[in-house]
């Protein structure tokens, strides 16, 4: 009968052990789905800024391909367009300006 009694005894004893391992576990794993959480909301929070910056790069892109094409329309009408005011200035000298 002792010995069934040390026993029972060693096995509550390994049972409180266990239960306060699988508390502590529980603890952990609580803290860990903290954890993922605060992760997931910094991602979230990332993912917004890099799609603010993509928003904010294709916005550049598209303004510096407008200047692009304003300044080459510019020249263009600049090389085009010399000849014409260079006569049309000669004509004014020479028919008004005498």
Excluded: C
């Amino acid at each position: 009968m002792n010995n069934e009694n040390n026993q029972l005894t060693q096995i509550l004893e390994l049972l409180n052990r266990l239960d306060g391992d699988v508390r502590k576990l529980n603890g952990d794993v609580q803290k860990l789905n903290g954890d993922v959480q605060e992760l997931k909301t910094e991602q979230e929070e990332t993912n917004k800024k890099i799609e603010k910056w993509d928003d904010r790069y294709f916005q550049l892109v598209k303004d510096q391909g407008n200047s692009a094409r304003t300044i080459i329309i510019a020249a263009a009408s600049v090389v085009v367009l010399s000849p014409v005011l260079g006569a049309v200035a000669d004509l004014v000298t020479n028919h008004f300006i005498k």
